[in-house]
């Protein structure tokens, strides 16, 4: 019996141990870890900068007879290899994690899967440095700052190959194929929260540059110490950088509030959710002060600022001793604050749209908010009720013909200097979700009719050699 249990216990021993073994092989970013250390960096950067490695580096591909050595490497074509050595092992490591994460989720049940993916994807995002994934600008030998500190300077280069060719890539590639369960372990805000977080942020800081052209980025401005410096507001100094990072969170947001409405959630759960939604938004609209200012040709224009943003800025200034050009640091702010406002705006007239949708599908009893201020210019269905008894009409083209054709003889089609058809685009949208089906046999989808009025979807709309045709007057 004895002899039995300690050969069991052996066994448990062994499995216990294979168990630890696996968990710790599980972290992924250890070996990027290691070379990222100060102490590695140091012994590979010492590497390049002795000069008798510098004699003994050759390039293979210069070569001036047949049996002729290629000539040693000059100190630009060196740094170049030592830089390239960092960059091969992050392509690299990226592969391999991909690959590794790929078979975990196929080998291991859900629980140790969840945990692996946490392990790492907590590592990764200590990794993350948005600030160091800024192009540092081309390797110049001369400049001041690899003059001041070469090591620091290479160290510089290394951190923005890291988080280009592997933190990046790495980062982007979990949350697109583990997205869900990111979400569902609380390691990914959902689109939504991960929007309002956008939109409430109001970090400000002043970056400087020593090797970067006055026109190089938008918004920099030459301060009194000499060096180049920027606003940046939310990790932005460029405003069309700035457009493009909220414009694709916005576009996650809109598509996960769509995705959530067409659900087969309760009624009721919809209309808490979209309002509670849209109350967030108007407070975060409540951030933003409206003021006047001048504009061209004597003009009056609006603009919105943010009063905890504008203070931050004058700490900053102060802080960094900055004299000069103050007006244009704060407007360079004004001009990063006013993209972040446009997203708002979208983001409201969104919500409440869907809201007004919505509610024009199920009118709840008892539901007053939005019910008063959307119906209250709305034709009563009752009227056309005896249409319904007769069955739904079927429309077997496509779909977008159809809605385009209104949007046709509402907007561009005229008789008499009068639409061919007077009616509203919520006309329309009852007419079509209550009355017609589509080919397939399912029902019109109000917010994609929706979409397809919008002036700037053209796309959404069918190329004009294939709209339903309407004879000139």
Not at 343 to 355: D, G, H, P, Q, S
Not at 376 to 403: F, T
């Amino acid at each position: 019996m004895l002899k039995k249990l300690k050969i069991n216990f052996l066994i448990l021993s062994k499995i216990i141990q294979l168990r630890l073994n696996s968990l710790s092989m599980s972290y992924e970013l250890s070996s990027i870890e290691g070379v990222l250390k100060l102490q590695q960096i140091s012994i590979a950067f010492a590497r390049f900068n002795d000069k008798k490695n510098l004699k003994t580096r050759k390039n293979p591909r210069q070569k001036t007879g047949k049996n002729d050595e290629p000539p040693p490497l000059n100190r630009l074509e060196t740094f170049n290899a030592f830089l390239e050595e960092f960059k091969q092992l992050f392509s690299d490591e990226v592969h391999r994690i991909q690959t590794a994460f790929n078979n975990h989720k196929i080998q291991n049940n859900p629980e140790v899967f969840s945990r692996y993916l946490e392990t790492n994807y907590n590592g990764l995002i200590k990794l993350s440095d948005p600030k160091a994934a800024q192009e540092p600008g081309a390797l110049d030998f001369e400049s001041k700052e690899f003059k001041e500190d070469p090591q620091q300077f290479a160290t510089r280069q290394i951190q923005y190959h890291l988080q280009k060719l592997f933190v990046g890539p790495l980062k982007k590639f979990l949350e697109s194929d583990f997205k869900a369960e990111l979400i569902e372990n609380r390691l990914l805000d959902t689109p939504v929260v991960a929007f309002l977080k956008a939109m409430k942020s109001n970090k400000v800081s002043i970056a400087h540059h020593a090797n970067l052209t006055f026109n190089a980025f938008n918004a920099i401005y030459i301060a009194n110490s000499g060096y180049l410096h920027t606003v940046e507001y939310n990790g932005y100094h460029v405003e069309a950088l700035y457009y493009q990072s909220l414009d694709e969170k916005y576009e996650e947001f809109e598509n996960y509030v769509e995705t959530f409405v067409e659900s087969s959630s309760p009624y009721h759960e919809k209309v808490k959710f979209l309002n509670k939604l849209k109350l967030k938004i108007s407070l975060l609209q409540d951030l933003f002060i409206k003021e006047t200012i001048p504009g061209p040709q004597n003009k009056t224009q609006i603009e919105y600022q943010r009063t905890d943003a504008s203070n931050s800025l004058k700490h900053k200034i102060f802080h960094h001793k900055i004299i000069k050009n103050i007006e244009s640091f704060q407007e360079a702010l004004a001009q990063l604050v006013k993209v972040q406002n446009t997203f708002i705006i979208r983001a409201l007239k969104f919500v409440t749209e869907v809201i007004r949708l919505l509610d024009l599908e199920k009118i709840p009893s008892g539901y007053k908010e939005p019910q008063a201020e959307i119906l209250a210019a709305e034709p009563s269905i009752a009227n056309i009720d005896p249409l319904a008894a007769l069955g739904k009409m079927q429309w077997n083209g496509n779909s977008n013909q159809l809605i385009a054709f209104f949007v046709d003889i509402l907007r561009n089609v005229k008789i008499h200097g009068k639409p061919m058809l007077e009616a509203t685009k919520q006309h329309i949208i009852i007419l079509l979700t209550k009355y017609f089906i589509q080919k397939d046999g399912t029902p019109f989808n109000s917010l994609s009719i929706n979409a397809i009025f919008v002036p700037a979807n053209e796309d959404k709309r069918p190329p004009e050699h294939k709209r339903i045709i309407i004879p000139p007057e």
